[in-house]
């Protein structure tokens, strides 16, 4: 499973960069989409994957009996998936406003400001 | 105690909150602002005084303690830098009363800017690597906000290099810090030092630190990384563009300081000769820049790029005597670097223009504004006895001790062209012929009123007293570079007070 | 033009997405659920009706500027840290009172809810105000 995983975050990293390679702006911001996602598969793989064991404390207990999951991850990858929902959707108006007032087609007659 | 360390989260936060509440009025807005940044401006010079005299403070948000909880720790670095961050704030806020249109004003320019403090100050508080991506991630939103509010068509260009090429950076980052938490099983920062000292996987480590250096040499702009810069930073108004010269580069030197003083110190001789050779470049490349180039603003982009390599020099020396001047450079420079910014400002308010050759002349018009300039750019390019002057000393005579005969050349060589392109300025901007009016087609300004005048020459002359004061008096500014200097390089206490920290 | 199975249905189902989206929220705070996932819901919800009826009719059924509404999150998230603080402890620290409703039984209200209903506000503003500034662009 975790190999799995791994493969698939390699696969996400992949994609994302090739398609934030593209001259068109949608391509960058699907390949942003696919690069964060491939960010929050690494960290919940990274941190190990463990099954079946929730990190509760059984009622009456006071400490933890045996090993469980862990449960830093998932708020990790939560904190991680909200921002990244911010900042792309603020992309998304950015772009969407930028190539309407600028009537440029793709990202590169975006030259303008280059030096 | 513990309220000390959270104030400069707060207010911000709550300046922000009261701004939106009075979306409709600009009045209380500027005014809700002012009070804002000059309470920030305040806690940041009692929390640097407390850690003067007590030394290193933690507080564990939420009451968990460390290393489970969110640790607020600050030691004289942070200090240091929240001190800056919220001088600049309150400079800068109090010039933008003068110089920001009502349509930004409208839109949420006083939110932001206070958003973007609470950020900064967040970013140099937390002793917890998860909590600095989310500062980090608060700043860039609230940067993204202002660099393109207004909407003008080279601002929405430059804003989509900036977000981009910055998003990047984030993502280095996270994939860095998913990696980091996989191998040590903690995010906080004194709890990952203790066991970066006595880690079974040098070579992963090592790994990581280059992960960390592309995240963070992103933000602080360092060759071969700075491209995002010189196409963004001169397109907002000048208020925004002096905010993000100051500080924003800076906070990722901060982050560099921080992690490669405290995590990454297992193989210097490979990360931090590369982080010493970056640098030299990093210097070579802004100045040459700089000297290309004939548009104030540009040229003042090219020269944050060239300064950053001094600073991340500092670094890459790893002597403690290095690394306080790498501190005394960062007081130094975002001081000058945002005063020159202000002042581009006003001159293209007297003449309509940021291009060197459309200026001209403005010595005899304003020479008000030739004084501060004049303060300012002999102390960025190093003539003594300015404050500029010091911190090169400092660092020149430190690699030439440690025989880093290459990279002294080099800061030796910068700082001489760096004088050139001051020189140039001058010249095109100051001295020289005032433009025919005739042939302008820029529109004469009208003239300001005094209260206008007050705010925009005002925090000018502050942060060039600032720096004579530095040049001139600089013993006890190099007393407290020296000093946070030496508790970078023995983390030990810092460790001690973070997770031995009671609330 | 409104389409006239999706105007009806909107009007059906926003009440229940609603409830849906408090019911998250409280749910929230033993289980899985909370103060984004609601928000996401209640924003959705308004989403929905802006599809229906346009923008300027959402604008008028939310009678305030969506920035207040996450300006009043902010507020509420940020009062409810700074009760730990008041307390003397650090900031964001959880303090509970236990409202007695007759009987021996109390409700145990604290912090980390109205912390919760702060981000709840926070991310229906903030969704809104994007949304709402991309519909207008169109």
Not at chain 2, 415 to 438: Q, V, Y
Request: aromatic share 10%; hydrophobic share 55%; charged share 10%.
């Amino acid at each position: 499973m975790n190999t799995l995983i791994a493969v698939l975050v390699g696969v996400l990293f992949g994609a994302g960069i090739f398609l934030m390679m593209s001259r068109t702006p949608v391509k960058l911001i699907i390949g942003l989409v696919f690069l964060s996602n491939a960010i929050n598969l690494l960290i919940f793989d990274a941190a190990g994957l463990t099954r079946g064991i929730p990190p509760i404390i059984a009622t009456g207990a006071e400490t933890m009996a045996g090993s469980s999951a862990d449960p830093l991850p998932q708020a990790l990858i939560l904190t991680a998936i909200v921002i990244s929902f911010g900042v792309l959707a603020f992309a998304l108006v950015l772009f969407n406003r930028t190539f309407k007032s600028l009537t440029a087609r793709d990202l590169n007659e975006l030259k303008a400001t280059d030096t | 105690m513990n309220t000390l360390l959270v104030l400069p989260i707060l207010i911000p936060l709550a300046t922000a909150i009261a701004c939106l509440m009075a979306w409709r009025s600009r009045t209380i807005q500027r005014i809700i602002g002012v009070i804002g940044a000059a309470g920030l401006l305040t806690t940041a010079l009692i929390l640097l005084a407390t850690v003067w005299r007590q030394g290193i403070i933690a507080t564990q948000l939420g009451n968990w303690p460390a290393p489970f909880g969110i640790t607020l720790a600050a030691d004289l670095l942070s200090a240091i830098m929240t001190v800056l961050g919220s001088l600049m704030g309150f400079t800068v806020m109090v010039y933008s009363l003068g110089s920001i249109d009502r349509r930004r004003e409208a839109y949420g320019y006083y939110p932001f800017f206070h958003l973007l403090l609470m950020g900064v100050s967040g970013v140099f508080l937390t002793g917890d690597l998860f909590n600095l991506y989310v500062w980090f991630e608060v700043m860039l939103m609230s940067s993204f906000v202002l660099l393109a509010l207004g909407g003008e068509k080279a601002q929405l260009e430059g804003a989509i290099k900036y977000v981009t090429l910055n998003l990047i950076s984030s993502a280095f980052f996270l994939t860095a810090l998913g990696i980091l938490y996989g191998m040590a099983g903690t995010l906080n920062m004194a709890d990952l030092a203790q066991l970066a000292k006595a880690t079974k996987y040098p070579g992963v480590a090592t790994t990581l630190s280059m992960l960390f250096l592309v995240a963070f040499g992103i933000k602080s702009a360092i060759f071969p990384l700075f491209f995002w810069l010189p196409a963004s930073y001169h397109t907002p108004p000048v208020p925004v563009s002096a905010i993000f010269a100051g500080l924003l580069t800076k906070v990722g030197v901060y982050t560099l300081l921080r992690v490669f003083t405290l995590l990454f110190i297992q193989n210097p001789g490979y990360t931090h000769n590369l982080i010493l050779a970056m640098a030299g470049v990093t210097m070579l490349t802004g100045v040459l820049g700089a000297m290309s180039h004939n548009e104030f603003r540009r040229i003042l982009s090219f020269h944050i790029i060239s300064q950053v390599g001094y600073m991340v020099m500092g670094l890459g020396l790893f002597t403690p005597l290095a690394l306080a001047g790498s501190i005394f450079y960062i007081i130094h420079h975002i001081i000058v670097k945002t005063n020159l910014f202000l002042v581009s400002g006003v001159a293209h308010r007297l003449q309509g223009s940021f291009d060197l050759e459309k200026l001209g002349g403005l010595s005899l018009k304003a020479p008000a504004l030739t004084v501060v300039f004049v303060i300012s750019a002999f102390s960025l390019a190093g003539i003594p006895p300015l404050s500029g002057f010091w911190a090169k000393y400092i660092l020149v005579l430190n690699s030439l001790q440690i025989e880093s005969y290459p990279i002294a050349a080099t800061a030796l060589v910068v700082s001489l062209l760096t004088l050139f392109s001051m020189a140039k300025i001058w010249a095109g901007a100051f001295w020289g012929e005032p433009p025919d009016s005739s042939t302008s087609t820029v529109a004469p300004p009208s003239a300001p009123n005094l209260f206008t005048k007050a705010v925009l020459y005002g925090p000018m002359f502050l942060l060039a007293g600032l720096t004579l004061t530095i040049g001139l008096m600089t013993e006890p500014f190099m007393a407290l570079a020296v000093r946070a200097a030496d508790q970078l390089m023995d983390p030990a206490p810092y460790i001690q007070a973070v997770l031995e920290s009671r609330p | 033009m409104q389409p006239v199975i999706l105007t009806t249905a909107t009007r059906y189902l926003m009440p229940m997405l609603l409830l849906l989206s408090a019911f998250l929220l409280f749910r929230g705070h033993n289980l899985p659920g909370g103060g984004f996932i609601g928000g996401l819901v209640a924003a959705g919800t308004f989403i929905l009706h802006n599809f229906a009826f346009g923008v300027q009719e959402t604008r008028k059924l939310l009678r305030v500027n969506p920035l207040m509404i996450t300006a009043t999150g902010l507020l509420i998230a940020m009062g409810s840290g700074v009760v730990g603080l008041l307390t003397g402890k650090p900031f964001l620290t959880g303090q509970w009172i236990t409202l007695p409703l007759g009987k021996g039984e109390g409700l145990h209200i604290g912090t980390p809810v109205t912390f919760d209903i702060g981000v709840y506000l926070v991310v229906i503003g903030a969704t809104l105000t994007i949304i709402l500034a991309l519909a207008e662009g169109e």
